[in-house]
């Protein structure tokens, strides 16, 4: 069974049990090359930790420190100790290596059956696993872990619609791991196809690797008649399995007996007050390979206040606003690119994609978001596309304060790639 007791522990015992293995990953972690350079600089032993709190005399790592160690200045042991590699998708920059002993890879699978518990899988489900495999840790992570809870699981990969839902029919496929912005096309394309998403026999959408909204995730739900849960996680963590949603879909549980989480002002390091936006840091407690302490991950989230109505004591965090990396400047005023994707996917005519370019009109930085229209719309005479733009616009408007160029393109004019969506594309050095 998967609901573990770690999953309903009372507070101040997880804290007792964080504290055990936090000085357990230090003491690990000093085994690196890395780490034990880093502790020696800043005089640190698992001595100094006392209480969770404390978790806050050590350094942060970032990824530009993975960077720098690459391929194996993080690993606590002999390289011959590792079974697996997996790498982040590199959507930032150069890529990171992750490493995993066999035990790490139990672990995390572990994990990730309970993650697919949470969400109300179950042995008898059936899942396809719609995203890449290779180095990618969605694909793998979650393949793994649906084993592990005991159901039938299949590779299918990404990409070759038609073949997916022949899958689906043929072995009666009741959970779907997908990436959101691939799950918006596919829903459109079982339609064109010819078939009814409600006479399939899916149940239930894993979906995560990348921000998306409510409203997006709402749209899945409708297009696919499906329930779709919101999966976290990321390569330096071991993958997906750090925090999901549960039934409630009211945020993501984080399972703290395997990660510290932490939310920090990205500008002074310091946490920010309970229920306060920040820069989510992410702590290893249960890898004994490639331990990592204090990991920026550069996600932008808020812890949850409260406890949830599925008696889970462990913290939630709020869906994921975006990457610090992704925040637009544009006049002086702050433009994360989930706030526009949240009034976009509100609007009954707009379709499945979007893309926001940032362009140079004169020497002024502008953006102009390219927005596809439901094919029934499209049609539509003149004056009503432009009043439908004009919409948007000062939708956009109220919400991030500038007014961005609307474009209203044709369903399935913006190039879709099979992995994780580029929604901000710079085009500030191209030719217009
Ligand atoms: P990369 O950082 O190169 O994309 P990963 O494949 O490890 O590498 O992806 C991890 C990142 O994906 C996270 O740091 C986060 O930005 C994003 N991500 C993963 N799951 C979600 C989710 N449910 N919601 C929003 N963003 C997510
Ligand atoms: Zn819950």
């Given amino acids: 069974m998967y609901f573990h007791d770690a999953e309903t522990i009372e507070r101040t015992e997880l804290e007792k049990l964080q504290v055990e293995r936090l000085k357990n990953t230090i003491g690990l972690a000093a085994k690196s090359p890395y780490y034990s350079e880093v502790f020696k600089q800043n005089d640190i032993s698992a001595d100094i930790i006392k209480t969770v709190d404390d ?74 696993n719609m995203s890449g495999y290779g180095l990618f840790t969605g694909g793998l992570g979650i393949h793994y872990g649906s084993e592990r809870l005991g159901c039938l699981t299949i590779p299918a990969g990404a990409g070759n619609t038609k073949r997916q839902i022949k899958l689906i029919r043929d072995f009666n496929v009741t959970a779907l791991h997908i990436i959101p912005s691939f799950a918006l096309y596919f829903a459109a394309k079982v339609r064109e196809e010819g078939f009814d998403p409600a006479d399939m026999p899916w149940k239930i959408a894993l979906i995560g690797a990348e921000p998306h909204t409510d409203h997006t995730r709402r749209k899945i739900e409708e297009m696919l008649c499906i329930k779709a849960y919101n999966s976290y996680g990321l390569s ?83 869906r994921i606003m975006g990457r610090a990396d992704d925040m637009l400047i544009l006049k002086g005023v702050n433009i994360y690119p989930m706030q526009i994707e949240k009034i976009i996917m509100g609007i009954p005519e707009v379709g499945q994609n979007y893309v926001i370019e940032l362009i140079k009109e004169g020497f002024i930085d502008q953006i102009r978001i390219k927005v596809e229209i439901k094919e029934e719309f499209f049609v539509e005479d003149m004056r009503v596309l432009q009043g439908l733009q004009k919409l948007i616009s000062a939708k956009l408007r109220d919400e991030i304060l500038v007014t961005p160029r609307v474009e209203l393109v044709q369903h399935n004019s913006i190039p879709k790639t099979e992995g994780k969506a580029q929604r901000v594309v710079d085009l500030r050095g191209a030719e217009e």
Wanted: proline content about 5%; aromatic content about 8%.
């Fill in 55 to 128: 978790i806050q005399k050590l350094p942060f790592t970032t990824k530009d420190d993975l960077r720098s160690q690459y391929p194996h200045g993080l690993l606590s042991r002999p390289v011959d100790d590792f079974v697996r590699l997996h790498a982040s998708s590199g959507t930032t920059g150069t890529p990171t290596a992750v490493f995993y002993t066999q035990k790490d890879l139990d672990t995390w699978a572990d994990l990730m059956a309970r993650s697919m518990y949470a969400v109300g899988m179950r042995k008898s489900d059936v899942l396809q």
């Fill in 236 to 318: 330096e963590m071991n993958g997906p399995g750090v925090a999901f949603e549960c039934t409630e879909q009211d945020g993501m549980h984080v399972w703290e007996d395997a990660y510290i989480a932490e939310i920090i002002n990205p500008e002074t390091g310091e946490h920010v007050k309970e229920g306060e936006i920040g820069e989510l840091v992410m702590t290893t407690l249960t890898r004994e390979g490639m331990p990592i302490i204090r990991y920026r991950t550069r996600d932008l989230t808020r812890f949850i206040p409260g406890q949830c109505k599925c008696g889970r004591t462990s913290r939630r965090i709020d």
